[in-house]
Every structure is written in structure tokens, then in C-alpha cells.
């Protein structure tokens, strides 16, 4: 197990809300370095290939020098902690157990793209998660540092916390932007990106609670250490969720990079009840399926990308041989469905009748009709939402009827 909780989740930094523990533990040398230098702060981020970790895996240095290029007097940066999907509960425990390394990346972040407000927008159903980053947040609001950042900046710098909407919807970066407006959720087209054109109009740069986390450690111990933490090609340390059929479900933090099978029978136990392993749902339920041929991927967004999945908030939900994948695939549609916020009429009524075809198939109360209609919609539904929620929801559907054809009484590829 030497290759655990090497960093986000090392013992020696779960100090809570103390923010006298974490100085102690080192925090603050990472934004000490960040005010020593700040113009070199995004070239950090950029040689140390961290990644977007709320699901894309976009390069974060790439959002961090738009929102700097971007012209604007009031700039925002967020930190997304809406985490809502099934099986993703990463966010919540850094929150809860280390809050102070997200802020101090937040705040090294606000210096980088010299932002005037730095938010902390986090699920109100994670009750804990929100009260920690209140009173983390308040520590650092009466410490010297705001005043440092502030004679960097050469303007006062805000940090406040901001309960969201609670919605899962919530969670999209233009759906955050519509909330902090102070209006309902609601996602918007892109172009403009929140980057260029956030909150009331000014540049916004959006990162998820565990991609700022990481970011104090690589200011104070350098790029070059932090890519060093990968295997392979991969760079730095994931949160892995990992649930379902396993004998050791949990979190873990392992090299990006670690194969399926290590995390699942090395970490993770092995399956239950000695059944064999049947299938994953990575990075949450709206991705497409990896099984038994996929268990030597190695866990980094490119090389998931190369099986045609995606590595997304790095979820994973093992399912045994023996356990339905219709059904499975049933419950997470109709948490999409229930999740859509409406604005889309193709998604809403999309996500609903996908939802009723799945429940009717898995009864076994279904006609070769439904059968059609099902694949049909997955024809016609994607691309067709404001945001990824429709897209998200037809590749998981998708994925387990050409991966799993038999438990639908379609023909498999030998077959047909």
C-alpha cells in the first residue's frame, strides 16, 4: 500500500478546519512561493500537466491563462463544490477532512488570473463539507494573508461561501455562473465561456475542489515532483471512488495512472462473494461501460479516452457477474431524468421516456417495439441540450445494449 494517500489524503494533513494545524503541516508554503513569483504561477500548473478533475480533464492551465488574458476589473474565481452523481464522493471528504488545501489553491489561483472574489460553492446536502469550508474560510479572512494577496493584487481580494442550488444540474460551469447570478440553474450555450464571460459579465475561472486542491503542493514542491507522482505518462495523484461489488469499497489516492485491476482486486479486495468481475461504470454512470478485457487500462484521461471511456470525476462502480446491468442502467437514466432542469425540451422528455423504456425492458413487460424506440432515441437525442446531461445519459444507454446486447434479447456481434 506504499503508493496510498501519498498527497491530497496523506494522515498528517486531515486537520479539519484548523487552520493553525495546517500551517503547521506545511500549508502556506505553497502560496509563500505563489506571492515570491506570481507571473510564473500558470507555467507551474502548465509543466505539471494538472488536470481538470471534476470529470473533462481539461488542462488547467489552459482555463487559468484565458481567465488571466480576459479583460475584466472584477474577476471570480470558483471552486465547484456541487458534487451530487452517484457513486463520485471524493469532493465532499477533502472538504470535510482538509479544507484549508482547497482554499490555499484557491487562493493561489485568484493570484494567478488576479481575480477579486474568490467562492466556494458547495452542496448544501453535505452538510459537514459546507460548515468545515465556513469556518476554514473565516480563518482565513481574519489571518495576515488577505493582506498579502491584496498588496500582490493591489486590490482587496473577497472569499465567501456560497451554498448551491443542490441540484445536480448545478454542478455545469454555466449552470454555476446562472445560480451565483442568483437565479435558477440553468445552463447556457458556450462560446461565451465562463472564462471570457462569467458572473455578471466579468472573467470566471470554474475548478473543481479536488484540481485545486493539488494546486498549493505543486507551488511549493515544483512541477517536476508533482509529474513524478504519475505512472507512465501520467502526471500527479487521483481520488478514486471506488463502490459497488467490492470487498473494499472506498477512496482512494493512487498514482494517475494505476491499472483497473489494481485498484479493484489489489485496494479494492477483489469482488464480493468470489463472483467474477463483470463490468465498471467509470468516472460516474454517464460513460461508457469498461469490462473484463479493460481491467489492464491504465487510470489517466487519455488512456481511458484510447478504450473509448472516460476517466470523467474517477468513480468507479464495479458491478459482478450475475447483477443486472439494465437495472443498473435504469437507475442511474432516471437520476438524470430527475436531475434535468427542464429547459431543454429534448432532454427532459428524452431522459423520461428513456428512463420508462429501461424500467419496462428490465420488467421484462417490453415489445420489440420499445426495444427500437430505445435505440432510436439514442439516435436522435445527443447534441440536442444546452448541456452534456442528455449526451451523458445516451452513451451510458448506449454502451450497455453494445456491450451487454444479450441481456436486451439483441443479437450479440457473433451473431448478427
Not at 491563462?65 to 480576459?70: D, I, M, R, S, T
Not at 450475475?322 to 432532454?347: H, L, M, N, T, W
Request: charged fraction near 15%; proline fraction near 6%.
Amino acid at each position: 500500500m506504499e503508493k496510498l494517500n501519498q498527497v491530497l489524503l496523506n494522515p498528517a494533513l486531515q486537520v479539519g478546519p484548523d487552520l493553525s494545524a495546517w500551517l503547521q503541516q506545511g500549508g502556506g508554503l505553497g502560496l509563500q512561493a505563489a506571492l515570491q513569483a506570481p507571473t510564473t504561477i500558470i507555467r507551474q500548473i502548465a509543466d505539471a500537466d494538472l488536470r481538470g478533475m471534476g470529470g473533462a480533464g481539461f488542462p488547467a492551465w489552459r482555463k487559468w491563462e484565458a481567465a488571466a488574458n480576459a479583460v475584466g476589473d472584477n474577476k471570480y474565481v470558483v471552486c465547484n463544490g456541487n458534487e451530487d452523481e452517484p457513486g463520485t464522493f471524493k469532493d465532499r471528504t477533502l472538504l470535510s477532512a482538509s479544507p484549508h488545501q482547497v482554499v490555499e489553491g484557491a487562493l493561489i489561483a485568484a493570484l494567478a488570473v488576479r481575480a477579486a472574489c474568490v467562492i466556494f460553492y458547495i452542496n448544501p446536502h453535505q452538510g459537514q463539507s459546507l460548515h468545515h469550508m465556513q469556518l476554514a474560510v473565516s480563518q482565513w479572512q481574519d489571518s495576515p494573508w488577505l493582506d498579502k494577496l491584496a498588496t500582490a493584487l493591489g486590490h482587496p481580494l473577497a472569499i465567501k461561501v456560497v451554498a448551491s442550488s443542490g441540484r445536480y444540474i448545478g454542478g455545469e460551469e454555466t449552470a454555476v455562473v446562472a445560480s451565483l447570478e442568483a437565479g435558477f440553474p440553468f445552463p447556457r450555450k458556450k462560446p461565451p465561456f465562463p472564462a471570457e464571460q462569467g458572473i455578471n459579465g466579468q472573467p470566471t475561472l470554474i475548478n473543481n475542489v479536488e484540481t485545486l486542491a493539488n494546486v498549493s503542493h505543486i507551488l511549493r514542491h515544483g512541477a517536476g515532483w508533482y509529474r513524478a507522482l504519475g505512472v507512465g505518462k501520467a502526471g500527479g495523484t487521483k481520488l478514486y471512488s471506488l463502490s459497488g461489488d467490492v470487498l473494499r469499497p472506498g477512496l482512494y489516492e493512487l498514482p494517475m495512472g494505476t491499472s483497473l485491476q489494481e485498484l479493484v482486486f489489489h485496494y479494492g479486495g477483489g469482488m464480493l462473494q468470489g463472483k467474477a468481475f463483470k463490468a465498471v461504470f467509470t468516472g460516474g454512470p454517464s460513460n461508457t461501460l469498461l469490462t473484463a478485457r479493460d481491467l489492464d487500462v491504465a487510470l489517466d484521461f487519455d488512456s481511458v479516452w484510447l478504450r473509448h471511456s472516460r476517466l470523467g470525476t474517477g468513480a468507479m462502480i464495479v458491478i459482478s457477474e450475475g447483477s443486472s446491468i439494465i437495472r443498473k442502467v435504469a437507475e442511474y437514466i432516471d437520476f438524470f431524468a430527475k436531475g434535468s432542469c427542464g429547459q431543454c425540451p429534448s432532454c427532459k422528455c428524452g431522459t423520461f421516456q428513456l428512463a420508462r423504456l429501461l424500467d419496462r425492458i428490465d420488467g421484462g413487460r417490453h415489445s420489440a417495439a420499445d426495444l427500437d424506440a430505445l435505440q432510436h432515441l439514442c439516435q436522435i437525442l445527443p447534441g440536442s441540450g444546452r448541456c452534456g446531461l442528455i449526451d451523458g445519459a445516451v452513451t451510458v444507454v448506449k454502451s450497455s445494449f453494445h456491450t451487454f446486447p444479450q441481456e436486451y434479447g439483441l443479437p450479440t456481434p457473433a451473431d448478427a
